[in-house]
């Protein structure tokens, strides 16, 4: 399809261990965003890539949450010594380059449980 | 700081009812105001925007009108179908300080309604 792709859709880890989500924007889109949805909250900020790099990681929540793009494309949002706090939906969104407008494309995210 | 507060839900409504979804936004500065719909199985994705005061943005038999007096955006629909069943959430931007392309999301609003 030609949507926003995450993976996996569901992920159930323990405590401690290291976790990576990937996403795959739609093609051409050069924004890349994050988001975080706790149970009964709406998505939070997490970053914001424009191509390669991070414009701005403001919302990561602590040094234990870390997310890369590489070549401007598919995106992985790296969760070191996982919490049961870290149990959320994982939300990516993507959208074209030039004046924000407001229309992100999310992907159906991915749901992390912590044990 | 910037926030958004949604009616809680959820809401059941039968087929042909008329539907209102209050939202109101706290904001520094001048926001732009977003509804947003999630389907079942599906993610987020852009209802109707509004950048200014007094704008009105439809979409799909919804409207919401930017009221900047009553600090409000609420979304109403005159004639609700099985299909309008789905989260609902507001949400704004920033027009300035550089960081109008984070969204700032209300809890969620979750609409079914029957036939």
């Known amino acids: 399809g030609a949507g926003v792709s995450q993976t996996p859709s569901n992920k159930v880890t323990e405590k401690g261990k290291y976790v990576e989500l990937r996403c795959d924007p739609i093609s051409g889109h050069t924004a890349l965003y994050w988001y975080r949805q706790s149970l009964g909250q709406g998505p939070e900020f997490l970053i914001y890539?424009?191509?390669?790099?991070?414009?701005?990681d403001s919302g990561l929540p602590n040094d234990r949450f870390f997310a890369v793009r590489p070549e401007g494309s598919v995106s992985t949002l790296k969760i070191q010594r996982t919490e049961r706090g870290d149990s959320a939906v994982y939300l990516c969104a993507s959208s074209s380059s030039g004046l924000f407008t407001g229309e992100l494309f999310f992907g159906e995210g991915s749901r992390l449980t912590v044990l | 700081g910037d926030s958004v507060t949604q009616m809680e839900g959820p809401v059941t409504l039968s087929e042909e009812a008329f539907l209102t979804i209050n939202c109101t936004y706290t904001a520094t500065g001048y926001p732009s105001l977003f509804w947003y719909v999630q389907y079942p199985g599906e993610g987020l994705q852009l209802l109707l925007k509004?950048?200014?005061?007094?704008d009105k943005g439809s979409n799909k038999g919804f409207e919401a009108t930017y009221r900047k007096e009553t600090t409000s955006f609420h979304l109403e629909k005159g004639s609700v179908q099985v299909s309008d069943s789905a989260v609902y959430f507001c949400a704004l931007t920033l027009n300035s300080g550089g960081s109008n392309y984070k969204l700032t999301f209300g809890k969620g609003t979750l609409l079914t309604v029957n036939p």
């Open positions: 890539f424009q191509g390669t790099g991070a414009a701005d």
């Open positions: 509004a950048t200014k005061a007094d």
